[in-house]
């Protein structure tokens, strides 16, 4: 069960109000999309769900427990950034595979994990490349990839396809949605695009 409660979060940065009593249910296996103007605080929103940022006030709740004060790792949440991070001196199978690295998960368990993935986003001929080698597009495929990889309760999305093309990101994000429906995570997704 992983159903987000967000509870009168407020954010300010110095004397900024970024975020305002936001209160928010996301429900379990729910995919929620998350549209709004630039500058609104989507990602502000996002990261302090993660545990990257510290709320002014209010409460953050997972499956019915609070974690606001958890370590990020400790949340059970995968976050994809709004500009991808990947690592340009890794190879693609080793950008995916890094959070189960981390983990020490067996190698068969990485390899099995890390196909699967790839496969799903199209990149599964890119895994011996090495990502500073790739397109804006590839790289965010490469960043969603390694989220998935990690089978979270939560994943957070923020832009994540915003490099690809228009058919070719309705393609990836309504499979995206099949997977997550699939492997019963509750999804938040940022997007600045209307085109359901
Ligand atoms: N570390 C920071 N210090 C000061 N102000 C910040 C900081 N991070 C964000 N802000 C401000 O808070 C507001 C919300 O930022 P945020 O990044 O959450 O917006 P966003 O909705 O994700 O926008 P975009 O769609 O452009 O990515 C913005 O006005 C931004 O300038
Ligand atoms: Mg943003």
Known sequence: MAEIQIKNVAKAFGAYQALNNIN?????QEFMV???ASGCGKS?????????????SGEVWIGGKRIDHLSPKDRGIAMVFQNYAVFPHLTVFENIGFGLRMQKLP???V???VERVAGLMHIEML???????????????VAVARALAMEPD???MDEPLSNLDALL???MRAELKGVLAESKTTAIYVTHDQVK
């Open 169 to 171: 990101r309705m393609e």
């Open 154 to 156: 939560v994943i957070l």
């Open 24 to 28: 928010l249910t996301i429900a379990d």
């Open 44 to 56: 502000t929103l996002l990261r302090i769900i993660a545990g990257l940022e510290t709320a002014t």
């Open 107 to 109: 190698n068969a368990e």
């Open 111 to 113: 390899t099995r994990r």
């Open 127 to 141: 895994l011996k490349r090495y990502s500073g080698e790739l397109s804006g597009g590839q790289r965010q495929r």
């Open 34 to 36: 998350l549209l709004g």
